[in-house]
């Protein structure tokens, strides 16, 4: 009886700590990248040599210092020209142009609302029939794709993301009713997929 209590003691002690030692760790982790961030400015002129002691921290406050300005600068007519410029050059390297379009698709999507990617959380039958996983509709392909594709219907873009590891997965493309749109949120979804099922997300009232 003892035995079991010291267990289920214990387990709930792993319960408290797992999550917030993790979680933790990564914000550590973040400001201690963010900080380095800061060697980019002059040996001189960097707060560690001004002020003789490191300030934990400060790399975060130079990144949003960063971010804001570039944001700034980019909403201006000039800053706009130059970004276009800079844009042009980039689109003449051949791989590296690619690279970035993706990502700057991706990040205009999440940050500028210019996309409907992410937007609805979709059951499909993968990679199976009988199988299901579930997905993000991400866009629609374009008519060239559409035609190829020889259905009776549109097709949706799917993002099957991997359990534990959602930043890989893989990109199908399936009829528009056999993806199976279900009343859940993109952060439930995730929850689900990175707990491999462990976390199931609340059920919704229909």
Do not use: W
């Not at 010291?6 to 982790?29: E, K, Q, S």
């Not at 990248?33 to 001189?44: A, C, E, R, T, W």
């Not at 960097?46 to 975060?60: R, S």
């Amino acid at each position: 009886m003892l035995k079991k209590k010291m267990r289920r003691i214990f387990l709930t002690g792993l319960a408290v700590v797992i999550p917030a030692g993790l979680t933790i760790y990564i914000l550590f982790f973040i400001i201690n990248v963010m900080d380095k961030l800061l060697q980019i400015i002059p040996v001189h002129y960097q707060p560690d040599t001004l002020l003789n002691f490191h300030i934990p921290g400060l790399g975060v406050i130079f990144t949003v210092f960063l971010i804001f300005i570039c944001g700034l600068v980019t909403t201006s007519y000039l800053g706009n020209r130059l970004i276009g410029f800079g844009e042009r050059i980039v689109g003449k390297i051949p791989f590296v142009r690619s690279i970035y379009q993706a990502i700057k698709r991706i990040a205009d999507s999440f940050f500028m609302d210019r996309a409907h990617g992410f937007k609805k959380v979709v059951i499909v039958e993968y990679p199976r029939r009988g199988i299901y996983s579930i997905g993000f509709i991400t866009g629609t392909p374009n008519g060239e794709i559409q035609q190829q594709l020889k259905q009776n219907q549109p097709c949706v873009g799917v993002y099957i993301p991997c359990a534990l590891t959602p930043t890989t997965g893989v990109f199908v493309m399936v009829p528009h009713d056999e993806a199976i749109e279900v009343n859940m949120s993109v952060e439930e979804a995730f929850t689900l997929i990175i707990s491999a099922g462990i976390v199931t997300p609340q059920e919704h009232g229909s």
